[in-house]
T-cell receptor, first 110, second 113 residues
């Protein structure tokens, strides 16, 4: 079983739709959680860190459920520019190490 | 607008060549990382330097040799590579705070002929 699992997609949704991504992780010692976004042939960029209390940044909302070892990302009112691969990432502070999920491809159509 | 820079952007090398990839960060971070990314796959960790010391080597073949001359610079020396080593090589840095957010450079796209 992979340490971090995501639905690979692709998700193809119309502009303005709401889309949700889910991610599960297997190591209960995980201490930090992130969503990164990666455009084609570019580097991953940090979208947001994820906290147990949940956090929101504009149209993006991230949730963490430690009991279920589950992370989610919700994108509201999607824009064409949201088309990218979204990477779920889990970190282990003691090892300075992060583990990437395989990524979920999102395509927003006009 | 990235604060992690990498050179060169593209590199083509033969299997007998020796080349180096360079990375520099300007955020005062104390940890730096090398990742390898193949097409349609997530980044794979290769090496971690913490406080200028190698702390993690993910069983990377010796034809890849990292070097951290100071807290801002990270190099990856390449020698006798194979065509399957062709990939995007990403450098990242973090400040080792509790959350350990990592910030990536734009990468070097390497082709081994």
């Amino acid at each position: 079983r992979k340490e971090v699992e995501q639905d690979p997609g692709p998700f193809n949704v119309p502009e303005g739709a709401t889309v949700a991504f889910n991610c599960t992780y297997s190591n209960s010692a995980s201490q930090s959680f992130f969503w990164y976004r990666q455009d084609c042939r570019k580097e991953p960029k940090l979208l947001m860190s994820v906290y147990s209390s949940g956090n929101e940044d504009g149209r993006f909302t991230a949730q963490l459920n430690r009991a279920s070892q589950y992370i989610s990302l919700l994108i509201r009112d999607s824009k064409l520019s949201d088309s990218a691969t979204y990477l779920c990432v889990v970190g282990y502070s003691s090892a300075s190490k992060i583990i990437f999920g395989s990524g979920t491809r999102l395509s927003i159509r006009p | 607008d990235t604060e992690v820079t990498q050179t060169p952007k593209h590199l083509v090398m033969g299997m007998t060549n020796k080349k180096s990839l360079k990375c520099e960060q300007h955020m005062g971070h104390r940890a730096m990382y090398w990742y390898k990314q193949k097409a349609k796959k997530p980044p794979e960790l290769m090496f971690v330097y913490s406080y200028e010391k190698l702390s993690i080597n993910e069983s990377v073949p010796s034809r890849f040799s990292p070097e951290c001359p100071n807290s801002s610079l990270l190099n990856l020396h390449l020698h006798a590579l194979q065509p399957e080593d062709s990939a995007l090589y990403l450098c990242a840095s973090s400040d080792l705070r509790e959350n350990n957010e990592q910030f990536f450079g734009p990468g070097t796209r390497l082709t081994v002929l």
